[in-house]
């Protein structure tokens, strides 16, 4: 290897350190980018989680709002299916009250004091046969009209319990609508709440994707340079495994020359009868001279 050719491994390598430097820093931006991109990530997923469980808890909420809808739903159509019912038969029962007017006027209470005058004339009053046949007459007479005006009454009467039935059922029914409209508008906002958070979870859940997508991305770039490194660095080690490998034989070389130099002069002394060293004389003996 020439001198020129170790000036340029030399100056590769300086240039594959300053590169080396290039890539450490660019490793240690890209790792510290990851691991906030997984923070927030972390983060985000989280606190999606516990989004999740809030509309987990609000939806429970709702549903069961709308169960005790339904449940007074049916309740108040139950009771104005009663109170419809309830109608139709006091305008049957009012129908039959009015066919009766006309069959016989006065009231009940009246009639039966007309009733108790005329049998008390009767068992009181001397009448003669005609006259006590006429009163007997009236008084069959008006146990018929009496007979139609306790119809009557009983008819009033009853009509009189269904319309306060009625009026007990429409007022139950009524409470019943006002506290289903309530609740129902209860389920109203805990719906509206419940969408609302699912909105905001989605988006929550759409930023940890994107962050974990750029965090993948970046761990992949870091990788990637993390390789460059690891390939500078080998072809670092390669060039100076050169250089050592130069000087090595260059040391070999060196001392190739100076044993090769100690062996002429150990064998010119021993041309010359000089007294050899122990070193000279095991140099010439592992040599084959002597």
């Given at each position: 290897?020439?001198e ?15 590169q080396?430097g ?5 490793r240690?931006?890209?790792?510290k ?31 069961e ?18 109170v419809?019912?309830?109608?139709a ?5 009012t129908e039959?009250?009015h ?5 016989t ?47 009557k ?23 019943i ?5 309530e ?54 080690r ?15 070389n ?37």
């Open positions: 290897m020439k020129t050719q170790l000036e340029q491994i030399n100056e590769r390598i300086r240039q594959l350190d300053e080396l290039g890539f450490r820093n660019q240690s931006e890209l790792s980018e990851a691991r906030k991109l997984a923070e927030t990530r972390d983060e985000f997923n989280d606190k999606f989680r516990k989004l999740k469980e809030q509309v987990q808890i609000l939806k429970s909420k709702r549903d709002l709308n169960a005790q809808v339904r449940e007074l739903k049916a309740k108040r159509d139950e009771a104005r299916e009663v419809s019912k309830s109608r038969e006091i305008k049957i029962l039959k009250l066919a009766l007017d006309s069959l006027p006065g009231s009940y209470e009246s009639t039966v004091k007309e009733m108790e005058r005329l049998e008390w004339r009767i068992q009181t009053t001397p009448l003669s046969q005609r006259e006590e046949n006429k009163l007997i007459y009236q008084v069959k007479q008006l146990e018929g009209q009496l007979n139609i005006l306790k119809k009454k009983e008819i009033a009467k009853k009509i009189n319990k269904i319309r306060d039935e009625t009026k007990l059922i429409e007022l139950q029914a009524n409470a609508h006002r506290r289903l409209s609740l129902a508008v209860n389920s109203e906002e805990y719906h509206k709440n419940m969408m609302d958070v699912v909105g905001s979870a989605t988006e929550l859940k759409k930023k940890a994707d994107e962050a974990h997508h750029s965090y993948l991305s970046t761990r992949t770039k870091g990788e990637t340079v993390h390789f460059e490194y690891m390939a500078k660095i080998m072809m670092i390669d060039l100076e495994n050169q250089i050592k490998g130069y000087y090595e034989a260059e040391q070999v060196r001392e190739a020359e100076v044993q090769k130099k100690v062996e002429d002069l150990a064998e010119n002394k021993l041309k010359k009868g000089k007294k050899l060293t122990f070193d000279e004389f095991k140099l010439l003996v592992d040599k084959g001279v002597i």
